[in-house]
């Protein structure tokens, strides 16, 4: 809901506040001092189209700042949220929303979202939930057949809602599965080429057998055979060093550290101090036959067949640098590409039984989807009928008696919402062809007409703000009355405001404003102001005779308030 419009240098205007608020507001003012201003100045804030024309003479920019009442949990607030900017004053559930736009004379545009520059698009975004403008233009909230079909769906309530639901669960498991299927059908051929190459590559790799860190061993291995009797000479001169067999035994090392602990041993008694030392010679003799030992066995681990486990072992070696050189380049990558590619080989050669199944699935929810469609469609022609009734009745009362509303439901291809293509059709006049509502009417119908619509889809649809320019254009009386009661009852679900020139619909408004055109000498002004009382009794004179001093045209405007208000 909209509580307030500050506007600054629109126009004629030079500066107003508007105090709007819950139900009908009606403004009123001569021709020329500004009314129209007022719908171009909620455009603006609304994410219109700027043109620097709009800015009044002499000035720098003109401004336009609206305060709205908002869910401070809605869908508004949460697009609020996410442009950065913040609301103001939240309690029992609602906010407080500022939204502003400057325009210079220049053509340069600003905005903000509570309090934060942001692009005019999210201003746009932010409108389309807060306020349905009806007007001379072509501003009509239901110029799309996407927007009639909402409507006519909103209209037929929770039968076609729950209906929707299902048939949606149905139309996207139906799309993704018949995708799946699309690709596993046209890729058939591919597939198969990539499992049988696979298939070809894990027998490969198998018939191998690798093991995670063979190469590195079996290198470790080829290095020690291709390098044998190098080994073996230089084993058999550090042996015989050590503990000689075959030479005198004086002459190896085991013999001599052995001669030396006995020399000494001979007199360690005469002094303490050789004691440690013959220590030291003992265990460096029991090292060296240790050493001994271990360089006999060493020798006779060296195979005498070396030659032919060499051969073997390149063979082996040059095996496994193929199956690196093709799924490598190591190998424990190879059987990385063994493991991974054993799976995805069990799933390419489930693709025929994949297949099959999703065939099934898919002819069976296409099944369901045309059944679910044909139900909808039976639905939206029920409920078309019912609103285009209920519309017509309608425009019977708002000096439209020959015209009637018509809505088509036809078939179109299968989609997220059905098969059904919604058209919502004027007629006129008796014999006319029906045409779509903008086309078939002039402005001044065209406001009545949507008034019928929204009046109709107001008990299932409501709006938080209406706004109606010259609703009224071209009617007068009885008809004038009853398109006020209209406005009047639409206004008890929704926000409504009107710029209008007849005291029978301003009657019915809880809230009046009117627009006055001053003058400085040079440039005129329009303001804003609040009437009651006698001041709205005067201004409703004016509009009936053009005289707000007339006795006649006060005693009229007394009664039309008073009748409205017995009404209400």
Known sequence: MIEEIFIRDLGVIGEARLPLGAGFTALTGETGAGKTMVVTALGLVLGERADAGAVRLGSAQAVVEGHWEVDAA???????RDAGGDLDAVSHGRAQLILSRSVSSEGRSRATVGGRAAPVGVLSEIGANLVVVHGQSEQIRLRSSTAQREALDRFAGSELSTLLGDYQEVFRRWQIQQGELDVLVAERDRRAREAEELRLAMDEIEAVSPQRGEDAELAERAERLSNLEDLRRAAVEAQEAVSAQFVDDTGDALARVDGARRALDRVAGHDAALAPIVSALAEASFALSEISGQLASYLGSLDADGGRELEIIQE???????????????????????ESGSSRLLELDSDADRILELGDQVAADRRRVDELAAELTAVRQVAAGRLAAEVTAELGALAMPDARLAIEVTERELGLTGRDQVAILLQPHAGSEPRPIGRGASGGELSRVMLAIEVVLAATDPVPTFVFDEVDAGVGGASATEIGRRLARLAQTSQVIVVTHLAQVAAFSTNHLVVEKGSDGSVTASNVRLVHGEERAAEMARLLSGSPDSESALAHARELLDNAHRVG
Do not use: F, K, S
């Open 316 to 338: 082996r070696r040059a095996a496994l640098t193929a199956l690196a050189r093709r799924y490598g380049p190591t190998v424990d990558e190879v059987i990385d590409y063994l």
């Open 74 to 80: 809605g869908p508004v607030a949460d697009r609020v």
